[in-house]
Each structure stands twice: as structure tokens, then as C-alpha cells.
């Protein structure tokens, strides 16, 4: 994308945008475009109207038609009674609709936006891709998106499939899926077998592709179009194929695909069922507003947890009470047998925590860091010794030694996170969205370390936007204004939200049912 905007220059090769060549008349290619970096596109000390201001100045808009342009962009993305907010008092989602409607002001023939739903909750993700294919239908416009959620990828015309730096795919999304016919598979494995250990056996076969659980039932992808063999009791139902198994799949057959190697924490996971967190009418309130009001629930050991809602929800509050970072205000809060409201310095030596963004020391490299958060849990001698050794090699960072952090690829820089949270072998581990703008490939790596500590024992709980990586927890959390809405595992979720036009909901249609029917 920077390429075709002629803010990075080509090595070899050519680029035309609407006839004009970026590399030698950035300028005049630059009046075409309108463009959504991933990062740093607004300014968040100024409000709404102030950003509006300012691009419609670099965009050379004239003073007489702003107020128009301004009144028209504010309603479409249902942000007009919010002019005066200051853009860093936003949710993500309405921060993303504004940076669209300040890449649309110059009435652009060609529209990029980079990773445009990053970090969105799901209503906000279909409303920011309404808005785009409104102004596709009704300006003609010309949109090239970058994404890793390749659910959303099945919304383009075309697409573009890269690995390294290489195209390897290229087509309508139906035609490219339609090459996946006779390789996806559901299966539904009885309640007294280990869903996660049966995924992670049927990964490392040569005729699987793909394997990741889905709620109680595993999703397969094969090499070929046939049905895999598979142990007794367990069958392979047809599903229809999705993007994802495509992406997969090509970059298995390229031999791209690394074996997957599972966490060893060195314990086994006990079989008696125990409540490991525990709440009942949680509380947390900001001077008269309730952030979280009476919530309940309880978490199982090694049971992955997953905490929805839509932005502003209240999530990531109920994680940083949990973890101790943030004082109860009312209720009771159980973690690991410690009370929160009593003794929460207690309860975060027994935790790991992975922040929401990447939260590590970017000017310190991938051994410094790991040294630093090895300290602060109060490793030393033999115990760090091993530690460190157990984090270079089970997350293969050994390469990576001496390079800072910042400069790690995403990926690199989730694994370094996951170590560092893992360093003092927590009972639990809390993720807050951890794979946000992460690859299929590096979600799925994730996914299998998680799986892998659920199967010792790690009990997880994991917020994410992201519906389809939601499939993988066992149950599920929907809060809606800091109340809950459901709690079930994702079948019972989806059965909550199906009706006579749509029976089978996906989970996120299913989301989003609920958002908009409880009152």
C-alpha cells in the first residue's frame, strides 16, 4: 500500500495508478488516493471536528464546501453528536469510522484503507463495511483493503493472496473456495474424549491440512478432496469452505507449514473439575458510572474462558479487576483462591498476563525482556537459567536473540509476549485480544500453545473481537453495558440468536443478534 501511494519506492518492477506512476509523480497519484494508515492516522488530543478540519486542510478542500462534506461524512458514520469529543475519548470502532471519513474527504476515485477493523467489536466491523460498500455502489469508488481476517477477505471482489512477500493466491473469494470443495470437514467428538489433544494428533498427519477446535466439535481441512480416516465413533461431517482453507492449505502444500511443537510445562492436568475464578455481582464503577455492574461467573481449571462484547462493554475493565490492577468496587472476586478485594498482590503471582497491545520494553531486545519480566516474578539462579532456556527454545526465539523487540515481525513479538506472561508457570493465564491484526498462520501457532496449556491444567481466559477465534473456547461471556447478556458455550450461544429466517447463525451473526434485540 505504501507502494502504490509513493511512500516507499520500488526496487524493481513498475507501478501505474490511474496512468501515473507513484515513484516518479507521488503528487499527483496522492490527489487520486484516499488513504487509512493501520496506525496513526488521527490525532487524539484534537476532537472530531478539529481531525475533520485538518485533513480537509491537507486534502486542499475548500472552505465553501467543507460544512456539506463534513454534515454528509458526520451522518454516515454516526458520528454527529459527538463534533466536540476529544478522538482519544472514542471507542476503536467509532476512531476507525472517523479515519474513514477523513480518507473519504477529498472525494477520492481510489480508497485504501490498511487493516481497517483492527481491534473492532463485530457490530462495529459490519457497520464500517456497510459504509465502504455503500460508497462502492453509490460513488463508483475503487477500494483496496489489507486485512488478516480472511472471513472479511470473502467480502471483496477480489483478492490478493500474500505469504513472504509472495503472491501465492489470486481470484474472486467463491472461485478460490471453490477449489476447497470436498476437503472441509466438521466433526463433533463425544464430551468424554480430548478435543484438544485429538487436534493436535490429527495436525501433525500428512492427508490434514488444517485442524482447530471449534467449540465441541473439530474443524478439518484435508490435502485432497476425500474424507479423512478417522477413530472410531468419530465422523466427518462435509461443511462448506472458507477462505482461510484455501490460505491454509497452499501454504502446507508449499512446505511453509512449520510442525507444530507443544508447550511442556512439565504437569498434567487434574481430572476432578474446580472452580478456579470465581465472581458473583462484580462491581467496578467511575465516579457515578458503572463500568461493570453485577457480574457473575465462574471458570473451571484448564477451561478456556472467552470474554465478548462490543466496545466499551466492559472487558477489558473485568480483566484488569481480575488481574489485580484495578480495585473491586463491589461484589466478590475469586482468582486462584485469593480474594481480590483482600490480598490482590497475592493473586497476580499466580497469573499470567498478555496485554492488549504489545506491552514489552521495544528499545530492549528479546533476552533483555525476558530477563526484566523473569525478575519481576522473582526468578533467580537455577530457576531463571531454565526459564530462559525454556522460552528460547519452545517459542523459537533463539534467532532473535539480540534483536529489540520492536523490531520483531508481529508474530515474533506475540510468541515474545506469551513467553514473558508464561516465565513463572502461572495456574492462569489472562489474553486480552492477543491475536488482534495477527495472520492465519500465527493465530493458528497461538491457538495450539493455548490448547496445549489447557491440556496441563492452565485454566484461560481470553477477550478477543474477533468471532471466528471465539470458536475456540469452551464457553463464552457476553457483556453488554457492563451487565451480562449470555454465558454458554458457542452452540448454546448460537442457538440463543436463531430464528426462522436463520436458523444456523454464525456465531458473530449471533453476536449481533443479541446486541440489537435485548434492550
Given at each position: 500500500m505504501r507502494l502504490i501511494t509513493g511512500l516507499l519506492l520500488p526496487d524493481e518492477g513498475k507501478i501505474e495508478v490511474f496512468g501515473l506512476n507513484p515513484a516518479r509523480d507521488p503528487l499527483s497519484v496522492q490527489r487520486l488516493l484516499g488513504y487509512m494508515p493501520q496506525r496513526f492516522g488521527l490525532y487524539e488530543d484534537l476532537t472530531v471536528q478539529e481531525n475533520?478540519?485538518?485533513?480537509?486542510?491537507?486534502?486542499?478542500?475548500?472552505p465553501a464546501e467543507r460544512p456539506a462534506r463534513f454534515r454528509e461524512l458526520l451522518a454516515m458514520a454516526g458520528l454527529t453528536?459527538?463534533?466536540?469529543?476529544?478522538?482519544?475519548?472514542?471507542?476503536?470502532?467509532?476512531?476507525?469510522?472517523?479515519?474513514?471519513?477523513?480518507?473519504?474527504?477529498?472525494h477520492p476515485k481510489l480508497l485504501l484503507l490498511d487493516e481497517p477493523t483492527?481491534?473492532?467489536?463485530?457490530?462495529?466491523?459490519?457497520?464500517?463495511?456497510?459504509?465502504?460498500?455503500?460508497?462502492?455502489?453509490?460513488?463508483?469508488?475503487?477500494?483496496?483493503?489489507?486485512?488478516?481476517?480472511l472471513d472479511e477477505a470473502e467480502r471483496c471482489a477480489q483478492v490478493l493472496l500474500l505469504h513472504q512477500g509472495r503472491l501465492i493466491g489470486q481470484g474472486a473469494p467463491a472461485d478460490l473456495m471453490a477449489r476447497m470443495r470436498g476437503r472441509s470437514f466438521q466433526v463433533k467428538v463425544p464430551s468424554e474424549a480430548?478435543?484438544?489433544?485429538?487436534?493436535?494428533?490429527?495436525?501433525?498427519?500428512?492427508?490434514?491440512?488444517?485442524?482447530?477446535?471449534?467449540?465441541?466439535?473439530?474443524?478439518?481441512?484435508?490435502?485432497?478432496?476425500?474424507?479423512?480416516?478417522?477413530?472410531?465413533?468419530?465422523?466427518?461431517?462435509?461443511?462448506?469452505?472458507?477462505?482461510?482453507?484455501?490460505?491454509?492449505?497452499?501454504?502446507?502444500?508449499?512446505?511453509?507449514?512449520?510442525?507444530?511443537?507443544?508447550?511442556?510445562?512439565?504437569?498434567?492436568?487434574?481430572?476432578?473439575?474446580?472452580?478456579?475464578?470465581?465472581?458473583?455481582?462484580?462491581k467496578r464503577k467511575f465516579g457515578d458510572f458503572y463500568a461493570v455492574h453485577d457480574v457473575s461467573f465462574s471458570v473451571n481449571r484448564g477451561e478456556v474462558f472467552g470474554l465478548l462484547g462490543a466496545n466499551g462493554?466492559?472487558?477489558?475493565?473485568?480483566?484488569?479487576?481480575?488481574?489485580?490492577?484495578?480495585?473491586?468496587?463491589?461484589?466478590?472476586?475469586?482468582?486462584?483462591?485469593?480474594?481480590?478485594?483482600?490480598?490482590p498482590a497475592k493473586a497476580r503471582a499466580r497469573i499470567g498476563y498478555m496485554a492488549q497491545r504489545f506491552s514489552l520494553y521495544g528499545e530492549l531486545s528479546v533476552a533483555?525482556?525476558?530477563?526484566?519480566?523473569?525478575?519481576?516474578y522473582g526468578l533467580r539462579g537455577p530457576m531463571l537459567r531454565d526459564a530462559l532456556h525454556w522460552a528460547f527454545s519452545s517459542f523459537n526465539l533463539e534467532p532473535f536473540r539480540n534483536l529489540a523487540a520492536k523490531d520483531l515481525p508481529l508474530g515474533y513479538k506475540q510468541r515474545l509476549a506469551l513467553a514473558c506472561s508464561l516465565l513463572h508457570q502461572p495456574e492462569i493465564l489472562f489474553l486480552d485480544e492477543p491475536t488482534a491484526g495477527v495472520d492465519p498462520l500465527a493465530r493458528r501457532e497461538f491457538w495450539h500453545h493455548?490448547?496445549?496449556?489447557?491440556?496441563?491444567?492452565?485454566?484461560?481466559?481470553?477477550?478477543?473481537?474477533?468471532?471466528?477465534?471465539?470458536?475456540?473456547?469452551?464457553?463464552?461471556?457476553?457483556?453488554?453495558?457492563?451487565?451480562?447478556?449470555?454465558?454458554?458455550?458457542?452452540?448454546?450461544?448460537?442457538?440463543?440468536?436463531?430464528?426462522p429466517d436463520n436458523p444456523a447463525p454464525t456465531l458473530e451473526e449471533a453476536f449481533i443478534r443479541l446486541l440489537e434485540t435485548t434492550p
Open positions: 475533520l478540519e485538518l485533513y480537509a486542510e491537507l486534502r486542499s478542500l475548500s453528536p459527538f463534533t466536540s469529543r476529544l478522538v482519544g475519548h472514542l471507542s476503536g470502532g467509532m476512531k476507525q469510522k472517523l479515519g474513514l471519513a477523513c480518507a473519504l474527504l477529498g483492527v481491534g473492532v467489536d463485530p457490530l462495529s466491523r459490519r457497520q464500517l463495511w456497510q459504509i465502504i460498500h455503500r460508497q462502492v455502489q453509490a460513488q463508483g469508488l475503487t477500494v483496496f483493503v489489507s486485512t488478516a481476517y480430548s478435543k484438544r489433544a485429538l487436534a493436535r494428533q490429527l495436525a501433525d498427519r500428512p492427508d490434514i491440512a488444517d485442524a482447530v477446535v471449534l467449540g465441541n466439535t473439530l474443524r478439518l481441512v484435508t490435502q485432497a478432496p476425500a474424507s479423512p480416516a478417522l477413530p472410531p465413533g468419530l465422523v466427518p461431517e462435509p461443511t462448506p469452505p472458507r477462505l482461510e482453507d484455501y490460505f491454509i492449505a497452499t501454504i502446507r502444500q508449499m512446505a511453509a507449514f512449520r510442525p507444530y511443537i507443544p508447550l511442556d510445562l512439565g504437569r498434567k492436568r487434574n481430572a476432578v473439575p474446580e472452580a478456579v475464578i470465581e465472581v458473583q455481582n462484580l462493554a466492559g472487558k477489558t475493565t473485568t480483566f484488569r479487576m481480575l488481574c489485580g490492577l484495578l480495585p473491586v468496587s463491589g461484589g466478590k472476586a475469586y482468582v486462584a483462591g485469593v480474594d481480590l478485594r483482600r490480598a533483555e525482556n525476558l530477563r526484566f519480566f523473569a525478575s519481576t493455548i490448547n496445549s496449556l489447557a491440556e496441563q491444567g492452565v485454566t484461560v481466559l481470553v477477550s478477543t473481537h474477533f468471532l471466528q477465534e471465539a470458536e475456540f473456547c469452551d464457553r463464552l461471556l457476553l457483556l453488554q453495558a457492563g451487565q451480562v447478556l449470555a454465558c454458554g458455550a458457542p452452540e448454546a450461544i448460537r442457538r440463543l440468536a436463531a430464528s
